[in-house]
């Protein structure tokens, strides 16, 4: 099941031209590797039961599923590799001509791993200006070509919003955004919006304060791609349940996700909610 971003502000930076798609280190730190002129990546969740955007590559509509923690954005295309020149290529998407601008002679696959099994992508690499409703952004975006597509993802393709360096963040060079995803039983999903700029763009609430949490890094450097906070605990009919293990001021490292339906714990953690529950 999907449900559609009703707003979508954006905070455009700088060109930074197509300098994005070159191949990365052979590895890094959060198992991501490449070989030769295929670049490959591997996500730690699955787009199972997400939230939509609606946009425009070139002059083709499209949609992709909103995931913050993987790093691509892609959307299938139909790809037609041709010429002598490395930099240039001609492609039609599945529906119509005119999506990609120009692909980069970059293969690439990208994994996302997850409960309900194994998807992927697999295409080229390619740049083309991107419009999120009336907002056109004027950079050459980088995406993915996908034609080869494997799995449900619940739309068209995937906009990685996390911060490794293809995702739609990085590209736009944007230094924070929000996001508000409306309860799936609510009446209109006008509440739900996605703010890539300052603050001050992010509608006002009518009631209660803003709360704000601080964003980790693991102590190793591992997953640096991926957005951590602190959980110090859980509350259970009053009960604060010592799912960190440790004393006053530890916490566990959480990821957040926007795709996955259920919040996950680790084993010990786990048993303590379901005794408690009990």
Known sequence: MSKKLGKFVLGIGPDIGT???????????????????????HAPATTAINYTINFTVGS??????????SELVWVPCQVRPGGDDDNSASCTTTTADGTCRSIVRQEYTYTYGGGDGEKQTSGYLAVQNV???????????GFGCGSSNVGDFGALGVVGLNRGKL??????QVERFSYYLAPEDAATDNATFIVFSDDDNVPRRTSNPRYYTRLLALPNGRYHDLYWVGLTGIRVGGKDLPI?????????????????????????AYGLLRRELN
């Open 19 to 41: 300098n994005l798609l070159s191949p990365t280190d052979s590895t890094s730190e959060a198992g991501h590797t490449s070989n030769g002129n295929v670049i490959s990546r």
């Open 60 to 69: 083709q509509d499209v949609s992709g599923a909103l995931d913050i923690t």
């Open 131 to 141: 419009t999120f409703g009336n907002t056109t952004v004027e950079v050459n975006l």
């Open 167 to 172: 995702s739609l963040v990085s590209q736009l």
């Open 244 to 268: 960190s293990g440790g004393s006053s001021g530890e916490f566990a490292y959480a990821v957040l996700a926007t795709s996955v339906a259920v919040t996950y714990l680790k084993k010990s």
